[in-house]
């Protein structure tokens, strides 16, 4: 191989170097970047790939040559995926979940939500949360080890419904990883096949006492690179450039740093700052640990960042006389929404130093938790903790350090050598001596990569020569204190606590002493050659207090909504398994026109073991067994008996329904699951010896409530002791809250039925088990940032439209889509939840709104938490961005009263979605 190009195509920057071999080594012959191109206009890497390699043929003309005559080696990485989006599914929340958890973020996951038996939401709210999130991969685990299998078998049938409600025909099958009890693997790939690439991995948690986790995750990388970068645009066309496996870039950066480590005999910290994710790898006496904080970045995930820290804590690195939080969140929520802004003032550059600095100390945090150090991680069961605490020994230890490296998009690009120390230093917080170091073209993952190709001391010394720019020695004690340095020349050098010292030691070769601090490895006294540009080679840290940064305010303006296209729409409407759809293809729809209607309920199916309680062998169980499959069987009626001597031995059904499989193989009976019409009212105000109107401030359920047979429908006592004696009124059934009236509750079985609407004007264009689409022409707005699902409804413009007064939100406007023209406040959006508003429109809003009051739909959501309340669509971003368009605030005053959709959701990263609203044309 004599010509080289090694390619890493990230979340934000597509970088190209060319090696040439000369002599009996290779030389850096010219580097290029350009922006990495998935979102439209130009949605394919490939044309990123294509720009950087005509902007390398600028400087290097003959490589074009080369590659026509296929003379050039292409190795790539990639990252482009941003982050792979996950929903892990579990049995507890604080158990198996957990470890589940620890594992997907350790790969590289956005966790979105966990979905648990335990988290309070219903079967149907289950589904309908899976589907909305549109995961990458489902992560399924549960269970100990041979132990029940029901309860997987029933999340499993969650997860599948999910699944098939949110793939169309075309679209690709879901990955599922399942991590759970072994004994349930089969049924759990048997449940899912049809709708979900199924992989099954030993169990995270195979007993209470041992947590498994490597499997788990490297099930999870593999996936990431098989299904979610497969998807990238234009990623086939990648593969076919390159030579060998595209490796993830993580892996590579890994592979460089464990062997540099092993040759150096150094221990090493390197922090890979990107713009959607932010990657630690420690190697402490041979040990490589890696963690991949997939929600902190310096572009797509720049607001996770602030939100994780929070405002206060980048504020301190800032003097607040100059700087205003609100101004400062708000640059930072319009970076999240274009991700590719450079900075261009010196006050944007400080906050994303300020921000560099908590995303590094919150990686690490990610890093010291995820490592084998602590019992809490491993989720220890009351009465384990003593019968395991010896067996955990610690392998990281972050004062070990000898070399700390920064890498990354920022360390390439971040400014001078004193600021990008003093990132490093206040961000992981080293202490004792360390060398710091910055790789300043980010070439870390490509020299990686090299690793397979070329012998490992060849690429050691390229890995020594362009990735490792050595700034200073840092001397750093746990406290300030005084401290003397003695170098080789016989100097001593005093310094008093207070201050942070830049020093340029140009006499001295080396330290060979430190008051107070011993060092175990000399190899990190030796101070690099001092680099003129950046005028110090030892820093020796001794400050007490933080000192803000400041600097002439002046943020960018990102006042560039997108005009109104005048275009045709697809809108993908998912069916339930049981939609009773009313169109047909071809059919010409109105919003309100009724496609589907469906019930709101899930039965499961029952998968029964009952040869242990008749004492049979699973080859006899056909024989004792007096139903026979498709006979419907009653809740508790006999399904087999035994006679074992003089005893008789009975099954009965713990459920009604349907028998669809007898196994003597497995000894199994399967059940499915059958729901009844059947509705309940309930007297309360009988039960509680009230009168209607009394009865109604004792309600414990609202309309729409699920609830439990048995479930506390009203008491006139809160509970406790004495609620035991009170009067109440109980469900006699589970099901819906579908009434609430005059002291009666009725309890529908099913839940009351869905109609799904059209939403728009336009043709249904296809129907099939899975989906009905209906396509629509009119105008589509798409902007900036939003949150939310999609939602219909009628369109209302609260204010006039061409000044932006103020107006109220009233009860006119339940069930609407209301435009402002003017910031969205914290008034109006309560104003818009208590008046049962669908979705807002506006040109701007404050940071504060989405850090307080909504839930990230790009962060990890805790399990439990539900979509906002309403869908907004922001056009512009954050903060004083100006008003609507002309042109925008003409194209929603013609259609005031009219029907519109709003489509909330915002996907920044790879296969990018905004949100956008739609304004249909009758026909």
Same mark, same amino acid.
């Given at each position: 191989? %004599?010509?080289?190009?090694?390619?890493?195509?990230?979340?934000?920057?597509?970088?190209?170097?060319?090696?040439?071999?000369?002599?009996?080594?290779?030389?850096?012959?010219?580097?290029?970047?350009?922006?990495?191109?998935?979102?439209?206009?130009?949605?394919?890497?490939?044309?990123?790939?294509?720009?950087?390699?005509?902007?390398?043929?600028?400087?290097?003309?003959?490589?074009?040559?080369?590659?026509?005559?296929?003379?050039?080696?292409?190795?790539?990485?990639?990252?482009?995926?941003?982050?792979?989006?996950?929903?892990?599914?579990?049995?507890?929340?604080?158990?198996?979940?957990?470890?589940?958890?620890?594992?997907?973020?350790?790969?590289?996951?956005?966790?979105?939500?966990?979905?648990?038996?335990?988290?309070?939401?219903?079967?149907?709210?289950?589904?309908?949360?899976?589907?909305?999130?549109?995961?990458?991969?489902?992560?399924?685990?549960?269970?100990?080890?041979?132990?029940?299998?029901?309860? &997987?078998?029933?999340?499993?049938?969650?997860?599948?419904?999910?699944?098939?409600?949110?793939?169309?025909?075309?679209?690709?099958?879901?990955?599922?990883?399942?991590?759970?009890?072994?004994?349930?693997?089969?049924?759990?790939?048997?449940?899912?096949?049809?709708?979900?690439?199924?992989?099954?991995?030993?169990?995270?948690?195979?007993?209470?006492?041992?947590?498994?986790?490597?499997?788990?995750?490297?099930?999870?990388?593999?996936?990431?690179?098989?299904?979610?970068?497969?998807?990238?645009?234009?990623?086939?066309?990648?593969?076919?450039?390159?030579?060998?496996?595209?490796?993830?870039?993580?892996?590579?950066?890994?592979?460089?740093?464990?062997?540099?480590?092993?040759?150096?005999?150094?221990?090493?910290?390197?922090?890979?700052?990107?713009?959607?994710?932010?990657?630690?790898?420690?190697?402490?006496?041979?040990?490589?640990?890696?963690?991949?904080?997939?929600?902190?970045?310096? *572009?797509?995930?720049?607001?996770?960042?602030? @939100?994780?820290? !929070?405002?206060?804590?980048?504020?301190?690195?800032?003097?607040?006389?100059?700087?205003?939080?609100?101004?400062?969140?708000?640059?930072?929520?319009?970076?999240?929404?274009?991700?590719?802004?450079?900075?261009?003032?010196?006050? %944007?550059?400080? +906050?994303?130093?300020?921000?560099?600095?908590? +995303?590094?100390?919150?990686?690490?945090?990610?890093?010291?938790?995820?490592?084998?150090?602590?019992?809490?991680?491993?989720?220890?069961?009351?009465?384990?903790?003593?019968?395991?605490?010896?067996?955990?020994?610690?392998?990281?230890?972050?004062?070990?350090?000898?070399?700390?490296?920064? *890498?990354?998009?920022?360390?390439?690009?971040?400014?001078?050598?004193?600021?990008?120390?003093?990132?490093?230093?206040?961000?992981?917080?080293?202490?004792?001596?360390?060398?710091?170091?910055?790789?300043?073209?980010?070439?870390?993952?490509?020299?990686?990569?090299?690793?397979?190709?070329?012998?490992?001391?060849? $690429?050691?010394?390229?890995?020594?020569?362009?990735?490792?720019?050595?700034?200073?020695?840092?001397?750093?004690?746990?406290?300030?204190?005084?401290?003397?340095?003695?170098?080789?020349?016989?100097?001593?050098?005093?310094?008093?606590?207070?201050?942070?010292?830049?020093?340029?030691?140009?006499?001295?070769?080396?330290?060979?002493?430190?008051?107070?601090?011993?060092?175990?490895?000399?190899?990190?006294?030796?101070?690099?050659?001092?680099?003129?540009?950046?005028?110090?080679?030892?820093?020796?840290?001794?400050?007490?207090?933080?000192?803000?940064?400041?600097?002439?305010?002046?943020?960018?303006?990102?006042?560039?909504?997108?005009?109104?296209?005048?275009?045709?729409?697809?809108?993908?409407?998912?069916?339930?398994?049981?939609?009773?759809?009313?169109?047909?293809?071809?059919?010409?729809?109105?919003?309100?026109?009724?496609?589907?209607?469906?019930?709101?309920?899930?039965?499961?199916?029952?998968?029964?073991?009952?040869?242990?309680?008749?004492? +049979?062998?699973?080859?006899?169980?056909?024989?004792?067994?007096?139903?026979?499959?498709?006979?419907?069987?009653?809740?508790? %009626?006999?399904?087999? *008996?035994?006679?074992?001597?003089?005893?008789?031995?009975?099954?009965?059904?713990? $459920?009604? !329904?349907?028998?669809?499989?007898?196994?003597?193989?497995?000894?199994?009976? +399967?059940?499915?699951?059958?729901?009844?019409?059947?509705?309940?009212?309930?007297?309360?105000?009988?039960?509680?010896? $009230?009168?209607?109107?009394?009865?109604?401030?004792?309600?414990?359920?609202?309309?729409?409530?699920?609830?439990?047979?048995?479930?506390?429908?009203?008491?006139?006592?809160?509970?406790?002791?004495?609620?035991?004696?009170?009067?109440?009124?109980?469900?006699?059934?589970?099901?819906?809250?579908?009434?609430?009236?005059?002291?009666?509750?009725?309890?529908?079985?099913?839940?009351?039925?869905?109609?799904?609407?059209?939403?728009?004007?336009?043709?249904?264009?296809?129907?099939?088990?899975?989906?009905?689409?209906?396509?629509?022409?009119?105008?589509?707005?798409?902007?900036?940032?939003?949150?939310?699902?999609?939602?219909?409804?009628?369109?209302?413009?609260?204010?006039?439209?061409?000044?932006?007064?103020?107006?109220? @939100?009233?009860?006119?406007? *339940?069930?609407?889509?209301?435009?402002?023209?003017?910031?969205?406040?914290?008034?109006?959006?309560?104003?818009?939840?208590?008046?049962?508003?669908?979705? @807002?429109?506006?040109?701007?809003?404050?940071?504060?709104?989405?850090?307080?009051?909504?839930?990230?739909?790009?962060?990890?959501?805790?399990?439990?938490?539900?979509?906002?309340?309403?869908?907004?669509? &922001?056009?512009?971003?954050?903060?004083?961005?100006?008003?609507?368009?002309?042109?925008?605030?003409?194209?929603?005053?013609?259609?005031?009263?009219?029907?519109?959709?709003?489509?909330?959701?915002?996907? @920044?990263?790879?296969?990018?979605?905004?949100?956008?609203?739609?304004?249909?044309?009758?026909?």
């Amino acid at each position: 191989m %004599e010509h080289i190009i090694l390619l890493d195509v990230g979340s934000t920057t597509t970088k190209m170097f060319y090696l040439q071999k000369q002599g009996n080594t290779y030389c850096l012959m010219g580097r290029s970047h350009s922006s990495t191109t998935v979102e439209r206009p130009t949605e394919d890497v490939m044309a990123g790939v294509d720009e950087a390699f005509t902007q390398l043929a600028k400087t290097n003309g003959v490589i074009r040559e080369l590659e026509s005559q296929d003379q050039i080696t292409w190795l790539a990485t990639s990252s482009a995926g941003g982050g792979l989006q996950v929903v892990v599914v579990g049995l507890v929340r604080h158990l198996s979940a957990e470890s589940a958890n620890r594992a997907a973020l350790g790969a590289g996951g956005i966790i979105l939500d966990g979905i648990a038996s335990n988290d309070g939401r219903s079967p149907m709210e289950r589904i309908d949360r899976i589907r909305q999130l549109h995961p990458d991969l489902v992560v399924f685990s549960g269970g100990f080890d041979a132990q029940s299998v029901q309860p &997987l078998v029933n999340m499993a049938e969650i997860i599948r419904r999910a699944l098939a409600m949110r793939r169309s025909d075309e679209d690709h099958l879901c990955p599922v990883i399942f991590a759970g009890n072994t004994g349930a693997q089969a049924l759990v790939k048997e449940t899912l096949r049809d709708d979900a690439l199924v992989e099954a991995v030993a169990n995270v948690r195979p007993r209470p006492d041992r947590e498994n986790v490597a499997p788990l995750s490297a099930a999870i990388e593999s996936s990431f690179m098989e299904h979610v970068m497969e998807r990238a645009p234009g990623y086939r066309g990648l593969k076919e450039r390159t030579s060998g496996n595209i490796l993830p870039t993580p892996r590579a950066v890994g592979q460089m740093v464990t062997d540099y480590a092993g040759a150096t005999g150094l221990n090493i910290l390197l922090a890979d700052m990107g713009g959607a994710t932010t990657d630690i790898f420690t190697v402490t006496e041979g040990h490589l640990h890696r963690s991949v904080s997939a929600n902190l970045g310096m *572009s797509y995930s720049i607001r996770n960042a602030l @939100i994780r820290a !929070g405002s206060e804590r980048v504020m301190r690195w800032l003097d607040r006389r100059a700087f205003d939080k609100e101004k400062v969140r708000d640059y930072i929520n319009n970076k999240m929404c274009h991700p590719t802004h450079i900075p261009q003032t010196e006050a %944007e550059r400080l +906050v994303e130093r300020a921000v560099a600095r908590e +995303v590094l100390a919150l990686a690490l945090q990610d890093h010291l938790r995820d490592a084998p150090t602590a019992i809490k991680k491993v989720g220890i069961l009351p009465g384990m903790e003593d019968h395991i605490r010896g067996r955990i020994q610690s392998t990281l230890d972050v004062t070990d350090t000898d070399l700390l490296v920064g *890498s990354g998009g920022y360390f390439a690009h971040g400014g001078d050598a004193r600021d990008l120390a003093l990132t490093l230093i206040d961000g992981l917080g080293p202490t004792g001596v360390t060398i710091l170091a910055v790789d300043p073209m980010f070439i870390t993952p490509h020299l990686g990569l090299l690793l397979q190709v070329l012998p490992p001391a060849e $690429v050691r010394d390229l890995f020594e020569q362009l990735a490792l720019r050595r700034l200073c020695v840092l001397i750093r004690p746990g406290k300030p204190q005084d401290l003397k340095i003695r170098f080789s020349d016989g100097r001593v050098s005093q310094y008093a606590p207070g201050d942070i010292y830049f020093e340029a030691p140009d006499e001295a070769e080396q330290i060979t002493g430190i008051s107070g601090i011993s060092v175990s490895r000399p190899a990190v006294l030796q101070l690099p050659q001092l680099d003129e540009n950046t005028g110090f080679n030892l820093i020796v840290d001794l400050r007490e207090k933080i000192e803000p940064m400041s600097a002439p305010v002046s943020f960018s303006s990102f006042d560039n909504a997108s005009p109104p296209v005048n275009t045709e729409v697809t809108y993908r409407i998912p069916l339930p398994e049981d939609a009773s759809v009313s169109v047909k293809e071809g059919q010409e729809v109105r919003p309100s026109t009724v496609l589907a209607m469906s019930r709101d309920h899930v039965s499961f199916p029952w998968y029964l073991s009952p040869c242990p309680t008749l004492r +049979v062998e699973p080859e006899t169980l056909p024989a004792v067994m007096l139903k026979r499959v498709g006979d419907r069987v009653a809740k508790g %009626e006999v399904l087999a *008996s035994a006679r074992v001597g003089a005893t008789i031995y009975e099954y009965k059904a713990p $459920v009604r !329904g349907q028998i669809t499989n007898i196994s003597s193989d497995s000894g199994r009976v +399967v059940i499915e699951e059958q729901l009844d019409e059947r509705e309940a009212a309930i007297n309360v105000a009988g039960d509680l010896g $009230v009168s209607k109107d009394q009865a109604e401030q004792y309600l414990r359920v609202r309309i729409g409530d699920r609830v439990l047979e048995g479930t506390i429908l009203a008491s006139p006592h809160p509970g406790g002791l004495l609620g035991l004696f009170a009067k109440k009124a109980t469900a006699p059934l589970s099901g819906t809250i579908t009434s609430i009236e005059d002291g009666t509750v009725i309890i529908s079985r099913q839940g009351p039925r869905k109609r799904l609407r059209a939403e728009t004007y336009g043709k249904i264009a296809r129907i099939s088990e899975r989906e009905i689409a209906v396509t629509g022409r009119g105008w589509k707005i798409n902007g900036a940032y939003g949150v939310g699902g999609r939602v219909a409804g009628t369109l209302q413009i609260l204010d006039e439209i061409r000044n932006g007064s103020d107006g109220v @939100i009233s009860e006119q406007h *339940s069930d609407a889509i209301v435009v402002l023209n003017r910031t969205l406040t914290w008034a109006l959006l309560e104003q818009a939840q208590e008046m049962a508003v669908k979705g @807002i429109v506006a040109p701007r809003a404050t940071g504060r709104i989405l850090d307080e009051y909504f839930e990230d739909p790009s962060c990890d959501a805790g399990p439990g938490e539900r979509r906002p309340p309403l869908s907004i669509c &922001l056009l512009k971003g954050f903060g004083h961005l100006g008003t609507l368009p002309e042109r925008t605030a003409t194209v929603f005053e013609e259609h005031r009263g009219g029907p519109a959709v709003l489509e909330g959701i915002t996907q @920044i990263r790879a296969g990018v979605i905004r949100p956008h609203v739609f304004l249909p044309r009758e026909p």
